[in-house]
């Protein structure tokens, strides 16, 4: 006898891809249909959707229309506040499941495919939390994810008389599956090395979080993680012969010749044009702009001091080797440069204060073998960060590369002259920044102000007020070796 599993994961809200694999996945009919998090945040189409239409999302439709059995909770579908949580719960078919979040979700589900009980457990990483910029978490408890695992795979063992026990885990491998090296920092964000190999009783390991393709077996377990934007599924194909369960994972890819989801509404709000700039702001190296001052990161700047009335603005680039607005501005320009929907935060800070923020960002680069500016691999071992890296405005400073870490902030004025320690500045920052993840705990403070409404849409707002946008460098900033 033979059946399949199907798994998805960190879908992102990405309902062109996901609509070719549906019809994919529709064609293979597979007894078990699972996704492991992290849906439908973070696409141009979830903001249209949540922010303009203010409707139930297509992808869930089509995702009752497939018959999903099982979805687990990500960190992203915290990014909502819980009333929309809720909401999107009643929407599906189908449940969510987290054994982790206690008195919120189910632990498992159990399902009988051709006479075999198996049983889906969820777990979501606890650092889930430390990302919430709203309050959707406050009110929950997230245990360790690690320990949540391993007692509700003992209890289903020991309890549920399962013959197939499948671990979704919204989270990623700590460490390199084939040669056991770090491939993260061990604080805890990342353990399915550690479940893998200390978590007795499973026979298939879905993972999700950290955008992967995998599909291989280690110790007889299956073990996925089906990249990320529907870009591809995770098939297992199940054999059961003399008693004996079989199974082996594969990754199939999204058929890009097949017809994919279009709405025409959407389709005309992105590419209608807002405004145009004096200037063409777009750049084509993932350096440029983070090594020296430019008319681009200059607007951003601008654009949160207008909204704040700070004396110091602060930014983060999303990871895009292209970005930056052309001399006529579409929302769907404003959208790739500004993805995710951060308010933003008003808080005080000291100069020494800043000084430490600025040495965290500088230690995010190094000179490489070839004499060039590249990622350290050093400090943020074991994989680069530039995610810790920001830019900040109202500011004249200098970074060195060749200083030791931690002494590279070799100048920084403000109003010309040298920022003392004991200053005390109004800095704008967005939401997420404000969370004090990623080491950035000098940002993690009682708010002067926040904005209600996200960055995307106030950035819209200002060039639609100011368009044409001329734009001019107001402070030094340079990176040098």
Not at 257 to 270: G, H, R
Request: aromatic content about 10%; some cysteine; hydrophobic content about 40%.
């Amino acid at each position: 006898m033979k059946f399949s599993i199907i798994a998805t994961s960190d879908i992102h809200g990405h309902t062109e891809h996901f609509s070719q694999l549906a019809s994919m996945i529709n064609d293979r009919q597979p007894e078990l249909l699972i996704d492991n998090g992290d849906f439908l945040q973070g696409s141009h189409l979830s903001y249209f959707y949540e922010n303009i239409q203010r409707c139930e999302h297509p992808q869930i439709s089509m995702a009752n229309a497939l018959r999903y059995d099982v979805a687990v909770f990500g960190n992203h579908e915290f990014n909502y506040p819980l009333p929309a949580i809720e909401a999107m719960r009643n929407a599906c078919n189908f449940p969510w499941i987290a054994a982790n979040i206690q008195a919120f979700a189910k632990d498992y589900i159990i399902k009988d495919i051709h006479g075999i009980r198996v049983a889906v457990i969820g777990v979501v990483t606890h650092f889930t939390p430390l990302w919430d910029e709203g309050t959707a978490t406050k009110s929950l408890h997230f245990e360790q994810a690690f320990d949540a695992a391993q007692k509700t795979v003992k209890h289903v063992r020991a309890h549920e008389q399962v013959d197939f026990v499948i671990l979704c885990y919204h989270g990623g491998f700590e460490r390199d599956l084939q040669t056991g090296h770090l491939i993260d920092l061990l604080e805890g964000e990342n353990e399915g090395y550690r479940m893998l190999h200390e978590i007795d009783g499973i026979d298939l390991f879905i993972t999700g979080h950290q955008h992967l393709e995998i599909a291989t077996k280690i110790n007889g377990i299956s073990v996925v993680q089906p990249g990320a934007n529907a870009k591809c599924f995770a098939q297992i194909d199940v054999t059961i012969e003399g008693g004996n369960i079989n199974h082996k994972p594969t990754l199939v890819y999204v058929d890009d010749s097949l017809p994919s989801f279009t709405d025409a509404a959407f389709d005309k709000w992105k590419n209608e044009m807002i405004g145009e700039s004096a200037c063409d702001l777009q750049y084509s190296n993932f350096f440029t702009p983070r090594t020296m001052q430019t008319d681009y990161v200059q607007l951003l700047h601008d654009m949160q001091m207008h909204y704040t009335k700070a004396q110091l603005s602060v930014i983060e680039l999303p990871y895009h080797q292209n970005g930056g607005f052309p001399k006529q501005i579409t929302r769907k320009d404003v959208l790739h440069n500004l993805p995710r929907q951060n308010r933003l935060v008003k808080i005080e800070m000291t100069g020494a204060e800043i000084r430490e923020a600025l040495e965290l960002s500088a230690s995010v680069f190094a000179i490489n073998t070839q004499d060039e500016i590249d990622f350290s691999m050093n400090v943020h071992y074991p994989q680069p960060h530039p995610f810790v890296y920001d830019l900040w405005g109202g500011l004249d400073y200098e970074i060195c590369l060749r200083h030791p870490v931690g002494q590279r902030v070799v100048s920084c004025e403000y109003n010309g002259h040298e920022m003392q320690d004991n200053e005390i500045f109004s800095v704008v920052i967005n939401s997420y920044r404000a969370t004090g993840a990623h080491d950035y705990a000098m940002f993690h403070k009682n708010p002067i102000y926040e904005t209600s409404e996200f960055v995307p849409k106030l950035m819209m707002a200002y060039i639609q007020k100011n368009s044409p946008i001329q734009t001019q460098v107001k402070n030094h900033f340079r990176m040098r070796k």
